[in-house]
């Protein structure tokens, strides 16, 4: 009796999306279709693999048959778990589906975790059908125990594969489907390869090799930082209008940089050594913060233009909350002011790189990302700035011609006479133009085009940061606690 | 529980979706929400069952802000949609039982609550069988089903009856009547005057986002005749509108349920041949006579408004005359009659 309850409580306590999800992927046909052809496809080629292959003392038909195994399970576990994810989730938000949900008392995180959950058991179940089959290979000979961990090296994979159909789903559009699937296709070209590779050199038993755990720790936490940020983007994506829904991704954002360092901690404990290359971890840490500094401001595109009384009503009333709250929760401003913050961090960082003065090799990496990163600033700001003064052409129009002009009009006076005007003067013109010579000029002279190009860069976008500065204090005079007092709910009404 | 839409606006880009509407009922009371197509009639719901945001203005439950407390709100509100549930590869009771467990329901409430609402909507027979194996009606029912799990209080419907066939129509509107009976707040667009006039005790009507007139069906007919609202609809309606700018349903007792207001009656008179002339100018006299009209000389077409009392006193003295009374009907004015005349079929 006791056991029953305890199981009752615990299948109380289960997430209802997952519940529902799990329903649901056991009575489609096409699943169970796929179910039993798995079997019957493992039955058919252990048979073969029995009584037609003569195994040799070292096993690779062994290995050839578990790896036939492993990347069959995984390739499955894609299509069934990550696409079916993507395929249900956009037909709930067409069909109104999800509206319905997000007028019970669920949030919207549990819808999210719930069809996380459910294509996560789905992937464990894909995986549980297949040991029988690798059992028999393991007793066919030649597959070392060790090897298995390759299914290790699959499973962050087949997460993030999952929270990208998840995130591409939440928005319910054909055509944020389709590249999804384009983008399933390229991962697919890319992966299936690189994962061939990987397994013939974990099959000459170098797993124990600390480079591996390092590999692995890395990849889990890589996998990690962008699953997060994945879950974060379709939360917002799902989540009303009213709330401030990409007050989580910013704040994640804006904290990347430093749980980098943190994740990175335990690998230099671990791993660390007088040869190690230091450098990489500060790339690596740059990486991500220009990923923020990058990402945020055209987070401010994706936002509501006026924050809803609700925003406002979390706004604390001294000076330094409400700063600190207009930061993340005021629309586009705080997007637009926090990767200004984050900027002098990698240059905080440099002494965590330990660069070496006589290789260049740094300073051209770490040129170019400023140079991708400021670019990417400017055409978000450029954006911002279009849609804030509201101008009678559409943002994506003014975006191109602000770019397209900005661009061939430095180029008129270099074709006539390339002598008349100093290149130094065309890179501060033209952003773009700025850019692709910087980027092609790095290899030859990389710490002074590379300084170059970010100086030019961070003129375009402190004009566009000063032109967008009255908008911005603007929604500062007017993000305070509202002065109407408003009727909290009662005991009834929040079931508390 | 009150509900009131307060100075509510919904703007699309330049579109003015819904223009500074204001009007609130209660519970116990079924009210119809009609306007034209692209009226913002589905805007306005939307917006009062926390699906969507208003630009400006609120929705209050018992005074709670509906912008600011979603979350309280839905707890209270059961919203019906005017699309179908779509969830694919599951049963209607798991359907069912996926919502309960969204509001919380754990256990033996949850399973209390889905065997009440089975029964009440009828989907006993249904329970077991596939959404995407439902007819219209069936999904319909499963869909108010759904909207009834938590047991609200105010109920919002978006086109319940659209695409359902004589009976399925006649048992809604028997569910909709025990709904009201049972205390709920029904709050219901639909563009089958007929049936909202048979069961609604006062309707909302928007045309272009504007609020063209609101009360009970009493106050509505009293707006368009010129005629006086009958005292019950005057005394609760009235002061309403005056105190917060509404324009009044609340607290308006419900009047009797299917019946609009009397305009009068009609009378067909039969006179001997060539005496009608003289009839027709005696009736006229009389100050409660509205029109009267001859037909081939011996028949009399009168209509007379007024208090039931004023219009007995009327065809009293008309019996009292002698004259043979062909036909004698009270006239009401319908819904639909009372829509076209005030809207003006103009949309966004």
Redesign the interface.
């Known amino acids: 009796m006791i056991g029953k309850a305890f199981i ?1 409580n615990i299948a ?1 306590s289960l997430n ?2 997952f ?2 999800e799990m ?3 056991f ?3 096409r699943m169970v279709v796929f179910m039993g052809l798995l079997l019957v496809a493992q039955f058919i080629c252990t048979l073969f693999f029995s009584s037609a292959m003569t195994f040799d003392a070292d096993g690779e038909e062994g290995v050839a048959f578990f790896l036939l195994i492993i990347f069959a399970g995984a390739i499955l576990s894609v299509l069934i778990c990550a696409v079916g994810a993507e395929q ?1 989730f956009a ?2 938000r067409s ?3 999800l ?8 949030k919207p995180s549990s819808i999210i975790m719930g069809k996380l959950e459910g294509a996560m058991v789905m992937i464990l179940c894909i995986f549980s059908m297949l040991l029988p089959f690798l059992t028999a290979a393991y007793f066919m000979r030649g597959l070392s125990a060790a090897s298995l961990l390759l299914t290790l090296y699959l499973f962050p994979v087949l997460v993030l594969h999952t929270l990208a159909g998840v995130f591409a789903g939440s928005f319910g559009q054909k055509w944020i489907t389709i590249l999804y699937f384009i983008g399933l296709v390229n991962s697919a070209f890319g992966f299936v390869p690189l994962a061939f590779t990987l397994a013939e050199e974990l099959m000459d038993s170098a797993v124990l090799d600390p480079v591996f755990w390092g590999m692995l720790l890395i990849e889990y936490e890589v996998a990690f930082l962008i699953g997060v940020m994945l879950f974060l983007l379709s939360l917002a994506v799902i989540s ?3 709330s401030n829904r990409m007050l989580p991704a910013k704040v994640y954002l804006f904290a990347l940089p430093f749980l980098t360092l943190v994740l990175m901690a335990p690998y230099y404990i671990l791993f660390a050594g007088p040869d190690y290359p230091h450098e990489m971890f500060y790339f690596i840490e740059f990486l991500f913060c220009a990923f923020s500094i990058a990402v945020l401001p055209f987070i401010a595109l994706f936002e509501t233009p006026t924050n ?3 925003v406002y ?1 979390k706004c604390p009333r001294n000076f330094f909350g409400r700063a600190l709250h207009f930061l993340f929760s005021s629309g586009f401003s705080g997007s637009v002011i926090l990767p200004v913050l984050i900027l002098p961090l990698p240059v905080l960082l440099i002494p965590l790189g330990r660069f070496s003065p006589t290789d260049p090799a740094p300073y051209v990496v770490c040129g170019f990302l400023c140079i991708l990163v400021t670019f990417l600033g400017e055409v978000a700001l450029s954006l911002i700035l279009s849609w804030r003064t509201r101008l009678p052409l559409p943002a994506w129009l003014w975006t191109i011609l602000f770019v397209v002009i900005g661009n061939i009009l430095p180029w008129i006076p270099v074709a006539i006479n390339e002598d008349t005007l100093p290149q130094h003067s065309l890179r501060i013109i033209s952003m773009l133009f700025s850019q692709t010579y910087c980027i092609l000029e790095c290899f030859d002279e990389p710490k002074e085009v590379c300084f170059q190009g970010l100086c030019a860069s961070l003129v375009v976008t402190g004009v566009l940061l000063l032109l967008l500065l009255p908008a911005i204090l603007k929604a500062f005079r007017l993000h305070r606690f509202p002065e109407n007092e ?5 005991k ?4 508390k | 529980m009150k509900t009131e839409v307060r100075n509510l606006s919904r703007i699309f880009g330049k579109t003015v979706a819904v223009d500074n509407i204001s009007f609130s009922f209660e519970d116990g009371n079924i009210f119809g929400f009609i306007g034209p197509n692209g009226a913002g009639k589905t805007t306005t719901i939307r917006i009062m ?5 208003a630009t400006s203005g609120d929705v209050f ?5 509906a ?10 509100v059961g ?1 019906m ?1 005017d ?1 179908l ?7 209607v009771w ?1 359907y069912l ?3 309960a ?4 329901l ?2 033996a409430e949850r399973t209390r609550a889905l065997n009440d609402i089975v029964d009440f909507t009828n989907l006993g027979e249904l329970r077991n069988k ?1 959404l995407f194996a439902l007819s219209k009606g069936m999904k319909q029912r499963v869909s108010l089903a ?1 909207a009834l799990i ?1 047991n609200p209080k105010v109920l919002i419907m978006d086109e319940p009856a659209a695409g359902l066939d004589p009976r399925a129509r006649h048992e809604l509107r028997t569910l909709l009547k025990i709904l009201a009976e049972q205390k709920k707040a029904i709050f219901l667009s639909s563009h089958i005057l007929s049936e909202l006039q048979d069961i609604c005790d006062g309707a909302v009507i928007i045309e272009q986002g504007k609020l063209l007139s609101a009360g009970t069906l009493n106050d509505l007919l009293s707006q368009v005749t010129g005629g006086t609202p009958p005292p019950a609809a005057a005394e609760s309606a009235v002061p309403q509108a005056q105190a917060d700018g509404t324009s009044g349903l609340s607290g308006a007792p419900a009047a009797p349920r299917t019946q609009a207001a009397p305009q009068g009656v009609s009378i067909i008179l039969k006179t001997p041949r060539g005496e009608a002339e003289p009839v027709r100018l005696k009736l006229l006299e009389h100050p409660l006579t509205r029109s009267v009209d001859l037909f081939d000389d011996d028949e009399v077409h009168a209509v007379i408004a007024g208090s039931d009392a004023e219009v007995s006193r009327v065809v009293g003295t008309v019996f009292a005359a002698g004259l043979t009374v062909l036909s004698f009907n009270r006239n009401q004015m319908g819904l639909e009659e009372l829509f076209m005349k005030i809207t003006q079929g103009k949309v966004q």
């Open positions: 009752g109380e209802p999306v519940v529902k329903r649901q992927y009575q489609n046909r249900r037909e709930e069909d109104k589906e509206n319905y949900a997000m007028l019970t008392t669920l009303p209008p009213m809803s009384i609700r009503m408003v009727k909290p709910p009662t009834e009404m929040t079931g | 069952a926390t699906l969507d945001l439950y018992d005074g709670v802000s912008t600011l407390y979603p979350e309280a709100v839905r707890r209270v919203y949609p699309s549930p779509g969830y694919k590869d599951i049963q798991e039982d996926f919502f467990r969204s509001f919380g754990r256990g596939f759904r938590h």
